[in-house]
């Protein structure tokens, strides 16, 4: 349950964000305030009372968390966010519709030059606030447990493995029977990144039999293409035989099962301890404030414990170019989602940052201008 901040503390952290916008003589922050501040000083209420924002499905309920303690800590602030998917999100963004995107791909090659136009001839960033686990909900009457791998989820979503008593997954299920069930794959119709991710796993996961690539587009070419992750829920539970991904958070709250993974010695559970495990082996793609991930280390692990099939959601951002009231805006709902609301994320099927993840991200926002 995410929690409530007395009325004292509200009145003194709004009455911090008032001093902070007006540009008052005394500019230091009350004890109750001094809970915005990160290891980069960032501190304030300040700009519009609404930001706008598009994009990822798989964040929708972690931006409703952030949203609920941006509003405790700065009263009146929110964020208007429409969960549309990460390929329409970057392309409101792009066009200057929205004051930033969430995605779970980060800005590709030929994305960078319009966004930078977008930001005034300022470079945008990829600011990872939320990481998600995926689950692989599926339809079969009578099996409560149900052990997958990369191998599999390769040749059932590209059509290789048709029927659910297939000998492989039999042998990975220690040997029980499964129904002679048609298997019917469901993917994200709409440019998902949650398609990226998975896609992104199987090549790393399985790269002999997932040869078809990667990107928001699914490319498997069989079954059942749906919109958006409500959509996945309802077409699997409507659809004896199916599987598909979606975000734990959402599988959660539809109460349907979803598989083990075996990544090599033995089968892991979806829980947010073995999501936390894997995400030890995030890397980060290269120096700088633009935080792109090396996801690869995550999909591909062997440890023990570690569920591999992991997301993460970025927020793209100008790194300048913004008008003041926005950019005061972003960088205090930044700064609250980082330092505040990463603990109130595994409730809604969410994993907090990182440390080594979060002291960047947290150096990238005091880094904006």
Same mark, same amino acid.
């Given at each position: 349950?995410?929690?409530?901040?007395? &009325?004292?503390?509200?009145? /003194?952290?709004?009455?911090?964000?008032?001093? /902070?916008?007006?540009?008052?003589?005394?500019?230091?922050?009350?004890?109750?305030?001094?809970?915005?501040?990160?290891?980069?000083?960032?501190?304030?209420?300040?700009?519009?009372?609404?930001?706008?924002?598009?994009?990822?499905?798989?964040?929708?309920?972690?931006?409703?968390? +952030?949203?609920?303690?941006?509003?405790?800590?700065?009263?009146?602030?929110?964020?208007?966010?429409?969960?549309?998917?990460?390929?329409?999100?970057?392309?409101? +963004?792009?066009?200057?519709?929205?004051? +930033? &995107?969430?995605?779970?791909?980060?800005?590709?090659?030929?994305?960078?030059?319009?966004?930078?136009?977008?930001?005034?001839?300022?470079?945008?960033?990829?600011?990872?606030?939320?990481?998600?686990?995926?689950?692989?909900?599926?339809?079969?009457?009578?099996?409560?447990?149900?052990?997958?791998?990369?191998?599999?989820?390769?040749?059932?979503?590209?059509?290789?493995?048709?029927?659910?008593?297939?000998?492989?997954?039999?042998?990975?299920?220690?040997?029980?029977?499964?129904?002679?069930?048609?298997?019917?794959?469901?993917?994200? %119709?709409?440019?998902?990144?949650?398609?990226?991710?998975?896609? =992104?796993?199987?090549?790393?996961?399985?790269?002999? %039999?997932?040869?078809?690539?990667?990107?928001?587009?699914?490319?498997?070419?069989?079954?059942?293409?749906?919109?958006?992750?409500?959509?996945?829920?309802?077409?699997?539970?409507?659809?004896?035989?199916?599987?598909?991904?979606?975000?734990?958070? +959402?599988?959660?709250? &539809?109460?349907?099962?979803?598989?083990?993974?075996?990544?090599?010695?033995?089968?892991?559970?979806?829980?947010?301890?073995?999501?936390?495990?894997?995400?030890?082996?995030?890397?980060?793609? @290269?120096?700088?404030?633009?935080?792109?991930? @090396?996801?690869?280390?995550?999909?591909?692990?062997?440890?023990?414990?570690?569920?591999?099939?992991?997301?993460?959601?970025?927020?793209?951002?100008?790194? =300048?170019?913004?008008?003041?009231?926005?950019?005061?805006?972003?960088?205090?709902?930044?700064?609250? @989602?980082?330092?505040?609301?990463?603990?109130?994320?595994?409730?809604?099927?969410?994993?907090?940052?990182?440390?080594?993840?979060?002291?960047?991200?947290?150096?990238?926002?005091?880094?904006?201008?």
């Amino acid at each position: 349950m995410i929690r409530a901040l007395g &009325a004292a503390a509200l009145a /003194t952290t709004t009455t911090a964000g008032v001093l /902070t916008a007006c540009g008052s003589d005394d500019n230091r922050p009350s004890a109750s305030a001094a809970a915005l501040l990160g290891p980069a000083g960032i501190l304030g209420c300040g700009g519009k009372n609404v930001l706008t924002a598009e994009g990822s499905t798989a964040e929708q309920n972690a931006i409703a968390v +952030f949203n609920q303690i941006w509003g405790q800590y700065c009263p009146g602030k929110s964020v208007a966010y429409n969960p549309t998917g990460s390929g329409a999100g970057l392309e409101e +963004f792009i066009a200057g519709h929205v004051d +930033f &995107a969430g995605t779970d791909s980060p800005l590709v090659s030929g994305q960078i030059r319009p966004a930078a136009k977008r930001c005034n001839g300022n470079p945008a960033w990829d600011v990872p606030l939320v990481f998600g686990p995926v689950a692989l909900v599926y339809n079969l009457r009578g099996v409560h447990t149900l052990i997958v791998n990369g191998d599999v989820l390769a040749k059932i979503f590209s059509g290789a493995i048709t029927k659910w008593n297939d000998p492989t997954l039999a042998a990975l299920n220690g040997g029980g029977a499964l129904p002679a069930t048609k298997i019917t794959p469901i993917y994200r %119709s709409d440019s998902s990144g949650t398609t990226d991710s998975l896609q =992104k796993y199987l090549v790393a996961a399985a790269p002999r %039999s997932w040869t078809r690539g990667v990107g928001t587009e699914f490319q498997g070419g069989t079954g059942e293409g749906v919109l958006k992750s409500a959509g996945v829920i309802q077409a699997v539970r409507a659809t004896p035989g199916a599987i598909g991904y979606v975000e734990k958070g +959402f599988a959660d709250q &539809a109460g349907v099962p979803f598989a083990q993974i075996d990544t090599g010695d033995g089968p892991v559970a979806l829980t947010n301890d073995t999501a936390h495990t894997a995400m030890d082996a995030v890397e980060f793609a @290269a120096e700088g404030n633009d935080l792109v991930l @090396a996801m690869n280390p995550i999909y591909a692990t062997r440890q023990p414990g570690a569920y591999p099939l992991v997301l993460a959601t970025y927020q793209v951002v100008c790194s =300048k170019g913004y008008t003041l009231e926005t950019f005061n805006a972003i960088k205090s709902f930044l700064s609250v @989602a980082v330092n505040n609301g990463q603990n109130d994320l595994s409730s809604a099927g969410y994993v907090p940052l990182p440390d080594k993840v979060k002291a960047r991200v947290v150096t990238a926002i005091g880094a904006m201008q």
